[in-house]
C-alpha cells in the first residue's frame, strides 16, 4: 500500500507509525486502536484529517503528556507541527462551528418567520390606505376629510380587540410544543367563541355609540358616521378570522395567514373599485367588510380536515386548527370551556395593554394637533398627518416580531423542560435565552431597515405626500424621529413577544400602563406650551 500511494498518503501512513512506535513505548492505552485504524485505512480516510492523531493527542494532553520527557515532548510537538493538528481539540473546534452555524440558522429562521408575517400585519392599514386612494381618486375632498377619523376609530377600536389573537399565539404554540393537540384545538376554538362574542358586542357598540363619538367632527359627521357604521359589520368575521390565523403561526404555518391577506387585499380592491365611484364611503366600507368575510372564508377552510386524512400522519403545520370528520382529538365540551375561561383572564391584562398603546397614539395626535392650531402652524398638522400614516405602515415590523417570539420561545422552552425537567414560569433556559437573544438580534437589524426606509421615502420622494414646501421642510426634520421610534418598537416588539410567551401579562399591562400615563402627562403640557411638532414627536 505504502508503495503504490501518493505523496500524502505516504506521509500520513509514516506519522501513524510513528505515533504508534512512540506510544507503545510509553505503554498509552488508546494504541491498539490506533494501530488498528493505521493497518485497516482505506483510500478515502487516507485524504481525511487523521483522527486517530486526534483522538490520540487529546488522550496523551489529558493524561499521560505531563509524565513525558522534554525530548520525548519536542518529538510530540515536531509531529503534530508537521501535519498542521492544532493543539485544541478537535471536537470543542465542532462544537463552536456547530453554535455558530445554529445561530446563524436561527435568526435566519426568525427573520423567514417575520417577513411573511408583517404582510399578514400589514393587512389591515392596508385596507384603510386603499380607501383612502379610492375615496381621493373617485369622490370629494369632504368624504376624503370625513375618511379620517373614521378610519382612526375603527382601526384603533379593532386593533384593541386583537388581544383574543395575542393570547391564542401564545396559549396554542405552548400546547403544540408540549404535544397537546387536543388543548391546542381547544384554545384555538375557545378563540373562535371570544373573537364571535367581543365582534358582536363591538358591532352593536359601535353602530350605536358613533353618532355620539364623532358629533364632535362637525360638517363631517354624517359622512365619518355612516362608515363606521357599515364598517363594523365585518368586524366579526376579521376577529374571529384573526384568531384563526394567529392559531396557525402558533403551529409555524405562515403560508394560510398570508393567503387569507392576499385574498382580503384583492378582495378590497376589486370591490373599491366597483362600489366607491357610485357609492362614496358607504361603498369603501362594504368593499372593506367583504374583504374580511373573504379572509375569514380561506381561514375556516384551513381549520377543517376537510380531507379527511388521518392527522396524526399530517406535520404539525398542516393539521386542522379545530377538528375535522370524525376526529378523535377533536375538543370536549368541558375543555373547550376551560380554554375559554384561561382566555378572557389571560386576555384582560393584554387587553389593557393594547388600551395603553391606542391610549398613546390618540394623545400623540392630539398634542401635534393641539400644538400646531395654536401657533397657527398648519403645515406642523400637515406633516403630523403624513408622520403617523407612515408609522403606521411601517410599525406592523414590531407585531410581526411579537408574534414570531411568541411562536418559537414555547418549543425552546419545551427542549429546556426536557433537559431540566421543570418549566417555571420566570425560568429561562439555555434554549430559551438562545432564541430570545436572537430575536433581539433580528428586530435590531429589522427594526434599523425599517427605519431607514422610512426615512427614505419621504427624503427622496417628499412630492408623493405634499407639494407645499413648509410642510416638506416640516417633514424632513421630524422624520429622523420617526425612524427612531420605528427601531425602538421593533425591539420593544421582540421583548414583549417574549412576556406573552411567558405569560407574564400582568407585568406586561402594569408596564404599559405606566408608560401611558407618563407619555400622556408629558404630551399635555407639550399641548399646553404649544411645543413645535419635533419636540411632540
Known amino acids: 500500500v505504502y508503495r503504490y500511494s501518493n505523496s500524502q498518503a505516504k506521509n500520513k501512513m509514516l506519522i501513524f507509525l510513528l505515533l504508534s512506535v512512540r506510544c507503545t513505548s510509553m505503554h498509552i492505552p488508546t494504541v491498539s486502536r490506533v494501530s488498528r485504524k493505521a493497518t485497516s485505512t482505506t483510500e478515502e480516510q487516507l485524504y481525511a484529517p487523521p483522527p486517530g492523531v486526534v483522538s490520540l493527542e487529546t488522550t496523551v494532553r489529558d493524561s499521560s503528556y505531563s509524565k513525558l520527557d522534554d525530548t520525548i515532548k519536542e518529538e510530540w510537538d515536531e509531529i503534530l507541527e508537521i501535519k498542521g493538528v492544532e493543539r485544541r481539540d478537535v471536537e470543542t473546534r465542532r462544537e463552536e462551528v456547530a453554535k455558530n452555524n445554529e445561530e446563524k440558522s436561527m435568526i435566519s429562521e426568525l427573520t423567514s418567520f417575520t417577513l411573511p408575517l408583517l404582510l399578514v400585519w400589514l393587512s389591515s392599514p392596508l385596507l384603510s390606505l386603499a380607501d383612502s386612494t379610492f375615496i381621493g381618486a373617485f369622490r370629494s375632498t369632504s368624504e376624503l376629510a370625513a375618511l379620517g377619523p373614521a378610519c382612526s376609530m375603527s382601526d384603533n377600536i379593532f386593533f384593541a380587540a386583537t388581544f383574543v389573537a395575542v393570547v391564542t399565539t401564545s396559549s396554542v404554540a405552548t400546547a403544540v410544543a408540549n404535544n397537546d393537540e387536543r388543548g391546542a384545538r381547544a384554545i384555538t376554538s375557545a378563540g373562535c367563541i371570544a373573537a364571535l362574542g367581543i365582534g358582536l358586542v363591538l358591532t352593536a357598540f359601535l353602530y350605536g355609540a358613533s353618532p355620539n363619538i364623532l358629533a364632535s367632527c362637525g360638517e363631517l359627521a354624517p359622512a365619518a358616521i355612516a362608515y363606521v357604521q357599515n364598517r363594523c359589520i365585518g368586524f366579526t368575521p376579521g376577529l374571529i378570522s384573526t384568531s384563526l390565523q394567529a392559531a396557525s403561526m402558533a403551529r409555524r404555518d405562515v403560508r394560510s395567514p398570508l393567503l387569507a391577506a392576499l385574498v382580503a387585499g384583492g378582495t ?270
Open 268 to 537: 378590497n380592491l376589486i370591490m373599491d373599485a366597483i362600489l366607491v365611484p357610485k357609492y362614496g364611503l358607504i361603498g369603501a366600507a362594504h368593499a372593506t367588510a367583504l374583504a374580511q368575510y373573504a379572509s375569514l372564508a380561506v381561514m375556516l377552510h384551513r381549520a377543517y380536515n376537510w380531507q379527511n386524512n388521518n392527522i396524526d400522519t399530517l406535520p404539525i403545520k398542516q393539521r386542522p386548527l379545530i377538528l375535522g370528520w370524525k376526529d378523535r382529538l377533536s375538543p370536549t365540551f368541558p375543555r373547550t370551556i376551560s380554554a375559554l375561561k384561561d382566555c378572557i383572564s389571560n386576555g384582560t391584562p393584554v387587553f389593557g395593554a393594547l388600551l395603553a398603546k391606542c391610549a398613546v397614539c390618540a394623545g400623540l395626535v392630539i398634542a401635534a394637533t393641539r400644538s400646531a392650531v395654536g401657533r397657527g402652524a398648519l403645515p406642523d398638522a400637515a406633516a403630523h398627518q403624513i408622520l403617523t400614516a407612515l408609522y403606521w405602515l411601517f410599525a406592523p415590523v414590531g407585531d410581526a416580531l411579537s408574534s414570531t417570539v411568541q411562536t418559537f420561545v414555547p418549543a425552546a422552552r419545551g427542549k429546556d423542560a426536557r433537559e431540566q425537567r421543570s418549566m417555571q414560569t420566570t425560568e429561562y433556559g439555555k434554549a430559551t435565552k438562545k432564541v430570545v437573544a436572537d430575536a433581539t438580534k433580528a428586530a435590531l437589524a429589522l427594526g434599523f431597515v425599517n427605519a431607514l426606509l422610512a426615512i427614505a421615502l419621504p427624503t427622496f420622494a417628499p412630492f408623493l405626500f405634499s407639494r407645499d414646501q413648509q410642510v416638506i421642510s416640516v417633514l424632513l426634520a421630524t422624520v429622523p424621529l420617526l425612524g427612531l421610534n420605528l427601531m425602538l418598537h421593533a425591539a420593544t416588539g421582540a421583548l414583549e413577544g417574549t412576556m406573552l410567551a411567558f405569560k407574564d401579562t400582568r407585568r406586561l399591562s402594569f408596564f404599559y400602563a405606566l408608560d401611558a400615563t407618563a407619555v400622556l402627562a408629558v404630551f399635555s403640557v407639550l399641548a399646553t406650551t404649544q411645543a413645535p411638532l419635533a419636540h411632540v414627536w
